[in-house]
């Protein structure tokens, strides 16, 4: 294989491949026992041939950290005639910047001592890293094939053995790769097994390369230099430029600066979301995390490879550009575990594909007695023949696994409690979700807490639907649910998800009339329980804005799409101190669509705003939508033109 950017998805695809299954089986498993499981994992997704790795990759070694936050594995290329290693480093798991933050001491540094003599001053990295690293190069191995973890055969050792083996006096490559913190962890690796002795490596003297993915910087300018005087020209850090984790620890004020691009003067179709003021505070935390140590980004000038490096593209399947912490927090994640997309390279198979992992989209029944014996079904997608299934932190006995691996045969065991049904194989465990929900005992009867109306999708057709979550929606019911909206009668399309959510198409009533929800099925009928369980009919939904953001002042008219709009309806702009409410003309409202012009402000003068955009309905009760991210609209200022 040869070197440089023509490598980036081979190496990406084996960095990703490490931080498959990160978790031991919810009901517990042996360090052994779960290495076991993802080294089968890694190994039968690099069969793969559809991947970048084309097939021609095995994993021949993985070490596990104790406490399990830290992996590497070995994987050997199988091509004819080709000596080729590649160390794959996982570092500590992290979903946010916050989990990241506590992840690494970067406020404490230590002395790292790699191998050989490297010259003063010394060399120093984050005690995170330096931990990371201890733990990682002495951390117990387990060859592919093996039921025993070896102390004796640690990182160097196995690597040691493969590179000897591969004959004498041949010319061999070793790759050491890793993603996010992983990344930051290979710098570390790749110095150590650079300054081990010759003799280590028998009669072939490796030719070490680098890739590393979202590396957030590992040490001070002592390290920097020293790494890229030794990887002078065979190193590469790949980084996405709207990847908040590169810039740690060396730049977050980059981050705090200028994500999200967001709507302005300059650039009003900037796409965001913009910082809220508890992000802005979070990455003020942040950046006092270092505590006066100045970190420096290996590989900064040369052999950087910045991905998405022109106009900033946010996720294109999920909505998060509203300006809330949970939209800023979701762009972070996206933009994070984007890279192979950015590179160019195959996706590994998602949660329920063939070599994903498992997912859970139906529990039936998802209630039994506490005593268990209930047969239970588990609907989803890559059900494996080696699955094991848990009832919280309670094993289960599977019976067979069937219908093309979509569907689990389950012995519910005993416990009381509401737990998640989860299940685990080789590619991971089974996300929670709600539809994974299984109760014991019983419950005694179904109850409504709240219901809200939402636009979701029935015959693939958008329909206004009603959502109600509670308690006791069983399944399956030999008194099919049902749902009574009062004296309008019963609602359609009765759809439980699980145990909590359900949702159904209301009945037809005049506008404002309010009636309580309830939940019939063979537990009973839910009792009245207002404010909670009522239901306001003609209450219209928002489901977005054309154009989320303007100027404060001279807006050009936006188009508020949804459904249940009614003429003589009214569009409020919710502004904290002063609402503003515009009753547009009949001919500008249709039951799906109003054109607005949003209204002048001075609210944002020097700042930028957002603001939930409701619309009521006329008629008794005033139904008004409920707010949501989607009608958030933001304003943002123009300034004043400088007299002549």
Known sequence: MSSGTSNFGVMMTLAQLSALSPDPRPSGETPLAQAQRILTGISETLQNTTLATAGLWQAAWLALTQDGGNLCYIATSTQNGQNEFAVCCRGTQFNSLVDLGEDLDVGNVAQFTPGGTPPPPPLLVSQGSMKAFAEATNAAGLLNGSNILNLDLTLLGALSQLVSAAGANQQVTVYITGHSLGGAMATMIALYLAGQPASTWGTNTPNFQVYTFAAPSAGLASFASYYNQIFATNSWRVYNKWDAVPYAWENLKEVKKNFYPSPSHKTPKDPGPHQTAVVHALLSQLEKLPDGNLYIQTNAKGNSCVLNNGVYVPDPVNDFQHETTEDFLGQIAYQHNCYLQLIGAPLLPAAGAVGGPPQVTLISPNNGPAAGGTPVTITGGNFTSDCVVDFGTVPAQVVSVGNGGTTIQVTQPAGTGTVDIRVTNEFGTSAVTSADQFAAPTPVAPTVVSVTPIAAMVAGTLTYQVQIIGTGFVIPSSTPTSVSFGAAGA?????????????????????????????????????????????????????????SSGPAKGSQPITITG???????????????????????????????????????SVAATLTVS???????????????????????????????KKV
């Open 491 to 547: 609602g359609t399309n009765v759809t439980v998800v699980s145990l909590t959510e359900m949702t159904v198409t209301p009945p037809s009533a005049s506008s404002g009339t309010l009636v309580d929800v309830q939940v019939t099925n063979d537990l009973g009928t839910s009792a009245v329980a207002p404010p909670g369980d009522q239901f306001l009919f003609g209450t219209p939904i928002v489901t977005g804005l054309s154009r």
């Open 563 to 601: 459904l249940g709009f009614v003429q003589g309806c009214t569009v409020t702009f919710n502004f904290k101190k002063k609402k503003q409410t515009i009753t547009p003309p009949a001919s500008d409202v249709t039951p799906t669509s109003i054109q607005v012009t949003p209204p002048d402000t």
């Open 611 to 641: 603001i939930d955009v409701t619309v009521t309905n006329p008629g008794p009760g005033s139904p008004e939508s409920e707010t949501t991210p989607n009608d958030l609209y933001m304003y943002y200022s123009v300034p004043k033109k």
